[in-house]
């Protein structure tokens, strides 16, 4: 039953977030108002995607704390969200044309890769799952955040080049991405902050630990210190708009590298 349920959702995900990307790509390529569908086909492939998740973890007999894989496509699942809820407000539709493409590829990779534990009952369950749901969140906004720092770098160039033409209709203004992103940081970094204090309450001393997780560590500290500068500097030096966005595209960067670090670790022999 649950092999059945998982194959309808996850292919019913992969149908809706196909449609949204495609209502999104052509919103910006013919520079047509944008397409109310397009966001209710993305929280339908966000629907799907939770139920492939839910129904396939109860078939692998996996937690979904537990599971690397589970946790970053989660973590897409809570960019939908966040990204839904504030699309009307910023103005972010054009956003939707990135968003619904990355849900796409994690939900095709969680299902290439697997469901597999990671944990390896090493960490308390309790604080597992703080520390899980803190960095889900945080990694969720901090990639709208990255979306959106792109974007305005992209219209700032084009405003530029006298090419006001080419993002009239399809980008929003510059003052809005730039608002958006701000408020995308400042609720993520209380998450991330949550996430590096769970983990380090749990982690190996640095002393006795492999190089990688010396390594990983070494980013996400820099990460949070990267994040923490742009907020900083916006509220005591005024940065705003493109060295904020910059900086935001940075410290996204070296998230990254965190998790990639991460999954190279586990997928390495053993």
Known sequence: ?????AE????FGVAAYLGATVLSFTHLARRTPPHRGAAWLLG???AGHLGYLLFASLLAGVCPVESVHVALSAAVLVTIGAYLATRARFRL???GAFVA???LAFLLGTRIVGLDA???GRIPPMLLTLHVAANLVGVALFLLASVTAGLYLYAERQLKHK????????LPPLDA???AEHRFLLVGFPMLTLGIVTGTAWAHKLEAGTPSEVLRAALGYLAWALFAGVLLLRAGAGWRGRRAAVGTLLGFAVSVLVVCVYLVRQGAPS
């Open 177 to 179: 991405l730039d608002r």
């Open 44 to 46: 339908a492939g966000g």
């Open 8 to 11: 309808i959702a996850f292919f």
């Open 163 to 170: 090419r006001s033409r080419a993002i009239a209709g399809r």
């Open 93 to 95: 539709d054009a956003v």
């Open 118 to 120: 990671d944990a390896r």
């Open 1 to 5: 039953m649950y092999v059945t349920l």
């Open 101 to 103: 493409p990355i849900a």
